[in-house]
T-cell receptor, first 113, second 112 residues
């Protein structure tokens, strides 16, 4: 079983739709969870960063972590064409020596005008 | 220049060539990373430097040779690469090892 599973898509939605992106993981030691957005021909940029379980909201974006189910989600409300990108989930264990990020493969999202 | 920059942005090389990728961060960070991003695969961590010292070599073949002369600069020296080494090579930095990582735009490498 892979440590992090992420459906690569592609996912195509109309403008204004609510988008749900998800990752599952197998390592219960993961404590920090991140979502990166990667536009074509660019490097990943950090979008959301959460610790342990719960929700975090930032504008149109909401990150959700359910550690009991080993499941994380990113919701995008009122999606825009500018949200079209690949979304990568990443996670790591706690502790300064545990700096390695484990990434999902990424989900390609297209928001159609 | 701000953030993390990488040069060149695109590189085509033959299997017998020697080339180098350069990364520079303007964020005052102390940790720097090299990643490989291949199609349909997760990002693979290659090397980690913390305060100029290499702290991680993730079983990377010796045809990839990193160099970190100071906390702002990171190089990846390439020689006798294979076609399967074609990928996007990403550099990242963080304030300290374990902190949030900030990525550069990457170098798209094609090995013929």
């Amino acid at each position: 079983q892979k440590e992090v599973e992420q459906d690569p898509g592609p996912l195509s939605v109309p403008e204004g739709a609510i988008v749900s992106l998800n990752c599952t993981y197998s390592n219960s030691a993961f404590q920090y969870f991140m979502w990166y957005r990667q536009y074509s021909r660019k490097g990943p940029e950090l979008l959301m960063y959460t610790y342990s379980s719960g929700n975090k909201e930032d504008g149109r974006f909401t990150a959700q972590v359910d550690k009991s189910s080993k499941y994380i989600s990113l919701f995008i409300r009122d999606s825009q064409p500018s949200d079209s990108a690949t979304y990568l989930c990443a996670m790591r264990r706690s502790g300064g020596s545990n700096y390695k990020l484990t990434f999902g493969k990424g989900t390609l999202l297209t928001v159609n005008p | 220049e701000t953030g993390v920059t990488q040069t060149p942005r695109h590189l085509v090389m033959g299997m017998t060539n020697k080339k180098s990728l350069k990364c520079e961060q303007h964020l005052g960070h102390n940790a720097m990373y090299w990643y490989k991003q291949s199609a349909k695969k997760p990002l693979e961590l290659m090397f980690v430097y913390n305060f100029k010292e290499q702290t991680e070599n993730n079983s990377v073949p010796s045809r990839f040779s990193p160099e970190c002369p100071n906390s702002s600069h990171l190089f990846l020296h390439l020689h006798t690469l294979q076609p399967e080494d074609s990928a996007l090579y990403l550099c990242a930095s963080s304030p300290y090892r374990g902190d949030t990582q900030y990525f550069g735009p990457g170098t798209r490498l094609t090995v013929l």
